[in-house]
């Protein structure tokens, strides 16, 4: 029984190459924990406050993310002619906030205790950002041939 020893793989010139092991898994190794590490800390949004929306005005309800003074204004209305929100789900019932809109102001939305929230909330845009559109080369419209009188024929 012959046992043959493994072989390195070798290089155009004939020379053995080592597999790098350790240092390269390390290393890999560090840089996917940097890489989720970062990806976790960014992806959750950092919620530095609540708008109370049983007690607060128009402007602290303007401070939610994709909220402008109009829609803050219908909050104000809601709770005028239907009482205190009982949980912040209910927020969807006034016109203008739906449920994906509640999705994003979920985080920063309470029923009880005090507004926190002091400055407005900004929330990077979901659609891609494009640069300015290419310009279009379109070819200049074509004149009639001067065999052909304007207007007959086409």
């Known amino acids: 029984m012959t046992t043959r020893s493994p072989q390195l793989p070798t290089s155009a010139n004939g020379a053995a190459r080592r597999r790098p092991r350790g240092s390269f898994l390390a290393g890999l190794l560090l840089l996917s924990s940097a890489a989720f590490l970062a990806a976790d800390n960014s992806s959750a949004p950092a919620a530095a406050g609540k708008v109370n929306i049983n007690q607060a005005s128009a402007t602290q309800i303007a401070l939610l993310p994709r909220i402008g003074e109009k829609v803050a204004g219908r909050v104000l209305d809601y709770r005028k002619s239907h009482g205190p929100f009982a949980r912040p789900e209910d927020l969807m019932e006034v016109k203008g906030i739906g449920e994906k809109m509640f999705l994003t102001l979920k985080p920063y939305v309470a029923v009880s205790g005090p507004t926190t929230l002091a400055a407005k909330v900004r ?29 007959k024929g086409r």
């Open 123 to 151: 929330l990077g845009s979901s659609r891609k950002k494009e640069g300015p559109a290419p310009a279009k080369n379109k070819p200049a419209p074509k004149s009639a041939p001067a065999s052909v009188p304007a207007g």
